[in-house]
């Protein structure tokens, strides 16, 4: 997932937007038995954010739906997927069919949760693309909707199109929490999750009110705010008491956080991962020359002392480190002489092109001027364009040679499958390799671990040599929260337990 920036800092910490009203700052409810109102600030994103599950993609909005929704699987702190609304599966021999049982779930109008709303979910999901693209339709491209069916109203079977024993891992990616059947309109959302829906203003704020019938027990918040501001304004709110927790924080504002009283400061590896996105459909980096010179021209180690503080790991074009599937490859190192010599292999001497940039994340425009100076070792010019925080997302997925980006983890399968699939929605890099999409539909089909393990490493290699990311550094995740509460999540990114917030008590 990803974030950008929201709120001015001034208009956020002064109250003049009226986004940080009186009541916040978790005051217990009558009789001491629950919290009034819990402030969540987050990195924000201007008129980017919204409320459907099948088509948001920012950190922000994670936060939104976790508190509105529920999906059938979601990972835990390992990427492994749990159980949600689904209590189990089970594949058939050849992992072609999968049985899921469904929990005993209520919609927030009352209405009970079937199997009708799984396979809805399924066919919208799949189904024509609207003005925003489906972020899963990649990762479930392999469901037969035609062959699926409702066995009863809590048991449905989903037949694929070809074997595959990562599923339940489909299942849980970003894009798969189940809405209602029939549901089009999500301007008043009613979802299954711990909270329900009471209002809506992108790049400031959505409340919502504890939904005590939730199927995993009454939260104990009784109103929840999840607040949009910028990188400086989030630590300072949660130092104030504005906001009871704030996310993704800066090494620096962490620091501070940390000396401060009555304040808790928790920080997860390798949860931060920083990248440079090349289009590879396009010159110069349609030709993979020019890509693997880009990879050797890249002073990770520079970067990470300078973009973020030194507070991280130096990366090496290959995601998900720490977790299952990840390939420990040879490091790419900082060497100019040899991109140059990449270069005029590529007939690409004196070569320049244009990075797209913005203040989307902490650190961004730091780097991307940081790299410029390292290209010019190289003999190559890079122009920087900043752009705006509140659109940089959404314009980067298709403008640009050269774009930037802050990824939390997600499963290695997940990641291939909505990123770099050729028909991903979230192709940043407009990746097409039919040998790339070969492999991962044979991993999917093999029902061993390591020998789908093998075939993942295969495709970190064709990656790692030719492929669009350059991941350079891995950041330390940060987050801030009122020491006076219990149960703060402290879930890396994309888990189940971040910006989860339904477990809080005093």
């Known amino acids: 997932m990803t974030g950008s920036a929201g709120l001015s800092r001034r208009g956020f910490l002064l109250g003049a937007t009226g986004v940080l009203a009186a009541g916040c700052g978790g005051r217990q409810a009558g009789g001491g ?19 459907d599950p099948g088509t948001s993609h920012l950190f922000i909005d994670e936060a939104r739906l976790k508190a509105l929704y529920d999906g059938l699987f979601e990972v835990d702190d390992t990427m492994r997927p749990v159980p949600r609304l689904a209590r189990a599966a089970e594949p058939n021999a050849d992992g072609t069919r999968w049985r899921l049982s469904l929990r005993d779930a209520r919609w927030h109008d009352g209405a009970k949760f079937t199997s009708a709303d799984v396979l809805y979910t399924l ?9 925003q693209p489906f972020i899963a339709a990649a990762t479930l491209d392999l469901v037969d909707l035609s062959q699926s069916r409702e066995v009863d109203d809590q048991t449905v079977e989903i037949a694929l199109k070809q074997p595959s024993f990562e599923f339940l891992t489909a299942l849980s990616a970003y894009g798969t929490r189940i809405v209602r059947n029939g549901t089009k309109d999500f301007k008043h959302p009613i979802g299954t999750g711990p909270f329900r829906f009471e209002s809506f203003r992108p790049g400031r704020e959505m409340a919502a009110t504890a939904y005590d019938d ?11 705010r999840v607040l949009s501001a910028e990188n400086d304004a989030r630590p300072a709110a949660v130092r104030s008491g504005q906001a009871d927790f704030a996310d993704d924080l800066t090494p620096a504002a962490a620091k501070t956080l940390r000396a401060a009283d009555g304040i808790d400061v928790r920080s997860a590896a390798h949860s931060g991962i920083y990248y440079f996105a090349m289009k590879t459909d396009r010159p110069p980096f349609d030709n993979p020359d020019v890509r693997r010179a880009m990879m050797r021209m890249v002073d990770r180690e520079e970067l990470v002392k300078v973009a973020l503080q030194g ?23 900082y060497d100019p002489d040899e991109a140059k010599a990449l270069l005029r292999e590529a007939g690409a001497q004196n070569l320049a092109f244009e990075l797209f940039t913005a203040p989307a994340a902490a650190g961004f425009v730091e780097a991307a001027n940081l790299f410029a100076e390292q290209a010019k070792r190289s003999g190559v010019t890079v122009k920087v364009r900043v752009g705006s925080g509140d659109t940089y997302y959404s314009e980067a997925l298709k403008t640009g040679e050269l774009t930037m ?7 290695i399968p997940n990641h291939f499958a909505s990123r770099l699939l050729g028909n991903a929605p979230q192709n940043r890099t407009n990746w097409h390799d039919p040998e790339f999409d070969a492999l991962y539909r044979q991993a999917l089909s093999t029902a061993k671990q390591p020998d789908r393990a093998a075939l993942y490493r295969r495709m ?14 891995n950041s330390t995740w940060n987050s801030a929260a009122s020491a006076k509460y219990r149960g703060i999540p402290a879930g890396v990114p994309n888990s189940l337990n971040w910006v989860r917030f339904d477990k809080v008590t005093r």
């Open 214 to 224: 939730y199927w995993d027990g009454a939260p104990k918040i009784r109103r929840l």
């Open 123 to 131: 066919s919208r999901v799949l189904g024509p693309p609207g003005p």
């Open 311 to 333: 507070e991280g790991e130096v990366a090496n074009d290959v995601f998900g480190k720490g977790f299952e599937y990840y390939a420990d490859l040879p490091p790419h190192t």
């Open 405 to 411: 980006g802050q990824s939390g983890p997600l499963p």
């Open 460 to 473: 970190h290699e064709i990656l790692h040599d030719r492929g669009g990311f350059v991941f350079w550094g």
């Open 33 to 51: 038995t629950g919290i009034d109102t819990f402030s969540a600030v987050l990195k924000g994103s201007g008129t980017d954010e919204r409320l």
